[in-house]
């Protein structure tokens, strides 16, 4: 299960402070100071079976990792994303012959396979972004909180990805939600109900 509040950075200078927010780096896990390089592919069939599921299925690098990402259904209301998520290590090979069989034996697997079958799998979309993360301990939730810079790239065109992200690890979701609300404030952030691939079958015109 994932649970993040999402947001849409509007002030390009707020990108260069809000990591560096004086409450965040009270509450920030010193050990914990990311930048990664994320590069993502998203599979479907041709005729979109895991979209009209709202199954998103992706294959990123995670600087010289690779993880595959299933995502289904939940919720998003006021930034708030709630749904379904499982992540499977796994190496480039996979992007190259993409298989719902790396998630056999999870809770969605028979659902998975009834809608692909034997179909193949597709590129979709594709996303470059830069992700600086933070974890932060509040006393009653930790959370990690991160910047994401970088681009949405589809066959009708491109878009900019400029988010922040608070994804709750572990403790209170109320809690999580108010250190959004306080950054909301603070830094001029925007609510965003739709997810990074969302916005790219936006682009593509098939939702």
Same mark, same amino acid.
């Given at each position: 299960?994932?649970?993040?509040? #999402?947001?849409?950075?509007?002030?390009?200078?707020?990108?260069?402070?809000?990591?560096?927010?004086?409450?965040?780096?009270?509450? &920030?896990?010193?050990?914990?100071?990311? /930048?990664?390089?994320?590069?993502?592919?998203?599979?479907?069939?041709?005729?979109?079976?895991?979209?009209?599921?709202?199954?998103?299925?992706?294959?990123?690098?995670?600087?010289? #990792?690779?993880? @595959? /990402? %299933? #995502?289904?259904?939940?919720?998003?209301?006021? $930034?708030?994303? @709630?749904?379904?998520?499982?992540? @499977?290590? =796994?190496?480039?090979?996979?992007?190259?012959?993409?298989?719902?069989?790396?998630?056999?034996?999870?809770?969605?697997?028979?659902? *998975?396979?009834?809608?692909?079958?034997?179909? &193949? %799998?597709?590129?979709?979309?594709?996303? !470059?972004?830069?992700?600086?993360?933070?974890?932060?301990? /509040?006393?009653?939730?930790?959370? @990690?909180?991160?910047?994401?810079? $970088?681009?949405?790239?589809? =066959?009708?065109?491109?878009?900019?990805?400029?988010?922040?992200?608070?994804?709750?690890?572990?403790?209170?979701?109320?809690?999580?939600?108010? %250190? $959004?609300?306080?950054?909301?404030? &603070?830094?001029?952030?925007?609510?965003? !109900?739709?997810?990074?691939?969302?916005? $790219?079958?936006? *682009?593509?015109?098939?939702?």
């Amino acid at each position: 299960m994932e649970i993040e509040l #999402k947001y849409l950075l509007r002030d390009d200078l707020a990108k260069d402070r809000i990591l560096n927010d004086k409450h965040l780096l009270e509450i &920030k896990d010193s050990s914990f100071d990311e /930048t990664i390089q994320m590069k993502a592919v998203y599979f479907d069939t041709e005729e979109g079976d895991l979209r009209s599921l709202q199954i998103a299925l992706r294959a990123r690098f995670e600087n010289e #990792k690779v993880v @595959v /990402t %299933l #995502k289904w259904r939940g919720s998003a209301q006021d $930034g708030l994303h @709630v749904r379904g998520e499982l992540n @499977v290590p =796994s190496d480039t090979g996979y992007i190259e012959h993409p298989t719902v069989d790396i998630f056999k034996g999870s809770e969605i697997y028979d659902e *998975l396979l009834a809608a692909v079958s034997d179909k &193949k %799998l597709m590129p979709v979309m594709e996303m !470059d972004y830069v992700r600086k993360a933070i974890q932060v301990d /509040t006393g009653k939730s930790i959370s @990690v909180v991160s910047l994401d810079e $970088g681009t949405i790239h589809t =066959s009708k065109g491109d878009d900019e990805i400029l988010e922040v992200e608070v994804e709750l690890y572990s403790g209170d979701q109320e809690d999580m939600v108010a %250190l $959004g609300g306080e950054l909301a404030a &603070k830094y001029n952030l925007e609510t965003s !109900d739709k997810s990074k691939y969302q916005r $790219g079958l936006e *682009l593509l015109g098939v939702i």
